[in-house]
């Protein structure tokens, strides 16, 4: 009889083995309930944040569908007591919320009657058993400031980690044409409207195929090799609802080869707004740029490579606020303590420089090339800025003598760091060079601004350069134009320059000819002056900047490539537009 022996592997599992594997599975599974509560948890917050918000609309659009009358008549004195929100200074009541930036004097209407939501002004209502106290306000900085409407939604639950508090504000303002009783100034014809854009025109430096821009450039497989310069915007609207968007974006490098295109750096920031409950948009925004990336891209062929490289360091952030902004930067970074809504933004250039570069290794059998610049650009001595607000309050930077319904302002500046457009590749002894010869085009310290406003107390729209020189070559050395003082469109077409460069059997010729515009900064202004009603439009737009540098390279006299450097160093601009309500 064989005895039976146990086989390899067949022992099962031991009760050790059992023991880890259920702790194992026991700590994944606290895990994966821990991350489960707080899923849930941060989804009841959100849901509860939203409820709190249409609460405060739908209090908003209940205070817009009364009598202008009543609403301006004001709270009722003896419903204001216990409200922690209002405050009474000097005998004066003060709606003040610290945290949002509002202290603003209460409008009371003594013993007078008023209909909810402005008595009783608190109210609570319990959605999905949780109690949100909803409160509504009426305020006026002056007598001849609008009214503005305040709604507050406080909650506290499970789930709050204490009491949470929300506001939303709207605008009442009223011509002499929709005071009647019968008519409503918050729907839409008795509502004024404002908007605000600013910002920077596109600037970016490109090499392209001289004679057809949808062509391989000569020598090369690829289209074009490029830099795009940092962006920004920043856009306003307000009327029934206020919305609000900036948007800001870094350096791009970017190549195209065969209709594909490579990009390094370019990392945007957005902040979108709006108060319109339905739209979806956060009623404020914050955004900042993610770290920039300096990857060069580059196109090439039998002529050699062509490569762009991004800086290395931008930066830029953008803030956005559609129902009331208690600071937002003007483009000096002074804060404009608006109290409305307001978007802006701000980007910069501080690392290594933006650079287009050429290597032209089709020379290399009868002279070897070292790399060289077709265009750099330094990094940018301050902040490129952008603002667009509402400003119902005299004496700010902004609309300084404004009253009543209040202006539309926008407003952008930026400081352009060196740009040096049309190098040469090194000489040699024995090379034909021109003595002195740095670049064809500098143009350095650029420094200007564009201001636009529309509505009551605005000034003329006006654009600014403060500073600014622009170099070129005229054959023999650089000739300087002051950049403040240029008042008029110019075209300078300097002398081509050349540099020949001794080789085995032969010699390479590089040419370099470049011409040069500078356009005429504009200002326009449409509706009355001043604009207290109608539609107004005022418009300030710096002067742009086009460097165009034609190369052309030849090898023992035969063409090794030919290509052009367009460079469009944009400006900046600004627009205010106000549509003052019409009569009913």
């Given at each position: 009889?064989?005895?039976?022996?146990?086989q390899p592997?067949?022992?099962?599992f031991?009760?050790?083995?059992?023991?880890?594997?259920?702790?194992?599975?026991?700590?994944?599974m606290?895990?994966?309930?821990?991350l489960?509560l707080?899923?849930?948890?941060?989804?009841?917050l959100?849901?509860?944040?939203?409820?709190?918000s249409?609460?405060?609309a739908?209090?908003l659009?209940?205070l817009?569908?009364l009598?202008?009358?009543v609403?301006?008549?004001?709270?009722?004195?003896?419903d204001?007591?216990?409200d922690?929100?209002?405050?009474q200074v000097?005998?004066v009541?003060?709606l003040r919320?610290t945290?949002?930036?509002?202290d603003?004097?209460?409008?009371v209407?003594?013993?007078?009657?008023?209909?909810?939501?402005?008595n009783?002004?608190?109210?609570?209502?319990?959605?999905d058993g949780?109690?949100?106290?909803?409160?509504?306000?009426?305020t006026?900085t002056s007598s001849?400031?609008?009214?503005?409407?305040t709604?507050?939604?406080s909650?506290?639950s499970?789930?709050?980690?204490?009491?949470?508090?929300?506001a939303?504000r709207?605008?009442?303002?009223?011509?002499?044409?929709c005071l009647?009783?019968?008519?409503h100034?918050f729907?839409?014809?008795?509502?004024s409207?404002?908007?605000?854009?600013?910002?920077?025109t596109?600037?970016?430096i490109s090499?392209?195929?001289?004679?057809d821009?949808?062509?391989?450039v000569?020598?090369?497989?690829?289209?074009?090799?490029?830099?795009?310069?940092?962006?920004?915007s920043?856009s306003l609207?307000?009327?029934q609802?206020?919305?609000?968007?900036?948007?800001v974006?870094?350096?791009e490098?970017g190549?195209?080869?065969g209709?594909t295109?490579?990009?390094s750096?370019?990392?945007?920031?957005?902040?979108?707004?709006?108060s319109?409950?339905?739209?979806?948009?956060?009623?404020?925004?914050?955004?900042?740029t993610?770290?920039?990336?300096?990857?060069?891209?580059?196109?090439?062929?039998?002529?050699g490579?062509?490569t762009?490289t991004?800086?290395?360091?931008?930066?830029g952030?953008?803030a956005?606020?559609?129902?009331?902004s208690?600071s937002?930067?003007?483009p000096g970074?002074?804060?404009?303590?608006t109290?409305?809504?307001?978007?802006?933004g701000?980007v910069?250039?501080?690392?290594?420089?933006?650079?287009?570069?050429?290597?032209?290794?089709?020379?290399?059998?009868v002279?070897?090339?070292?790399?060289?610049?077709l265009?750099?650009?330094a990094a940018a001595?301050?902040?490129?800025?952008?603002?667009?607000?509402r400003?119902v309050t005299?004496?700010?930077?902004?609309c300084?003598?404004?009253?009543?319904?209040g202006?539309a302002y926008?407003?952008?500046?930026?400081a352009?760091?060196?740009?040096?457009?049309g190098?040469?590749p090194t000489?040699?002894?024995?090379?034909?060079?021109?003595a002195?010869?740095t670049s064809?085009v500098?143009?350095?310290?650029?420094?200007?601004?564009?201001?636009?406003?529309?509505?009551?107390?605005?000034r003329?729209?006006?654009?600014?350069?403060?500073?600014?020189?622009?170099?070129?070559?005229?054959?023999?050395?650089m000739?300087s134009?002051?950049?403040?003082t240029?008042?008029?469109?110019?075209?300078?077409?300097?002398?081509a320059?050349s540099?020949t460069?001794v080789g085995?059997?032969?010699?390479?010729?590089?040419?370099?000819?470049?011409s040069i515009?500078?356009?005429?900064?504009t200002t326009t202004?449409s509706?009355?002056?001043?604009?207290t009603?109608?539609?107004?439009?005022?418009?300030?737009?710096?002067s742009?900047?086009?460097?165009?540098?034609?190369?052309v390279?030849?090898?023992?006299?035969?063409q090794?490539?030919?290509f052009?450097?367009?460079?469009?160093?944009?400006?900046v601009?600004?627009?205010?537009?106000?549509?003052?309500a019409?009569?009913?």
């Open positions: 009889m064989r005895s039976m022996r146990s592997g067949a022992e099962g031991t009760l050790i083995e059992m023991v880890v594997t259920l702790t194992i599975i026991v700590m994944v606290t895990s994966m309930i821990a489960y707080r899923s849930l948890h941060s989804i009841s959100a849901r509860q944040r939203q409820q709190a249409a609460l405060a739908r209090s659009e209940e817009r569908a009598p202008y009358a609403v301006t008549a004001g709270l009722r004195a003896a204001l007591a216990g922690a929100n209002i405050v000097s005998g009541y003060r919320l945290a949002n930036g509002i603003e004097p209460l409008l209407a003594g013993t007078t009657t008023t209909p909810a939501p402005l009783p002004h608190v109210a609570t209502q319990t959605v949780v109690t949100y106290t909803v409160s509504s306000y009426v006026r001849t400031a609008p009214f503005t409407l709604s507050v939604v909650w506290s499970n789930v709050s980690s204490g009491t949470r508090k929300i939303q709207s605008t009442a303002y009223s011509p002499s044409g009647s009783t019968a008519t100034p729907a839409g014809p008795c509502q409207s404002f908007t605000g854009e600013a910002g920077t596109a600037a970016s090499v392209l195929n001289d004679a821009s949808t062509q391989p000569a020598g090369f497989t690829g289209t074009s090799a490029e830099l795009e310069l940092p962006l920004m920043s609207a307000v009327e609802t206020s919305s609000a968007t900036t948007r974006a870094t350096t490098a190549a195209v080869t209709g295109r490579t990009a750096g370019d990392r945007p920031a957005t902040a979108a707004t709006s319109d409950p339905g739209g979806g948009a956060p009623v404020t925004a914050t955004a900042t993610p770290a920039q990336t300096s990857t060069p891209v580059s196109i090439s062929g039998t002529a490579t062509l762009a991004p800086s290395s360091a931008d930066s952030s953008a956005s606020a559609a129902s009331s208690t937002c930067p003007d970074g002074t804060a404009l303590p109290g409305r809504p307001c978007t802006s701000n910069r250039s501080t690392g290594t420089d933006s650079v287009l570069s050429a290597n032209l290794s089709g020379t290399n059998a002279r070897t090339l070292g790399a060289f610049d265009a750099r650009v001595p301050s902040d490129t800025r952008a603002v667009a607000t400003i005299a004496g700010s930077v902004g300084p003598t404004t009253s009543g319904d202006c926008a407003s952008a500046s930026r352009l760091g060196t740009v040096t457009l190098g040469l000489a040699q002894a024995g090379d034909t060079w021109p002195g010869y064809a500098r143009v350095s310290g650029l420094t200007e601004s564009a201001r636009a406003e529309a509505g009551t107390g605005e003329t729209p006006a654009y600014t350069r403060s500073a600014g020189t622009l170099s070129y070559w005229n054959g023999s050395g000739t134009v002051d950049l403040a240029l008042a008029t469109p110019a075209t300078i077409d300097p002398p320059v540099a460069y085995t059997g032969g010699n390479v010729v590089v040419t370099a000819d470049a515009t500078v356009g005429s900064a202004s509706g009355s002056l001043p604009c009603s109608g539609l107004c439009t005022r418009t300030a737009k710096g742009a900047f086009n460097v165009t540098i034609l190369y390279v030849t090898t023992g006299g035969v090794t490539t030919r052009v450097v367009t460079a469009t160093l944009g400006t601009s600004a627009e205010a537009t106000y549509g003052g019409p009569s009913a």
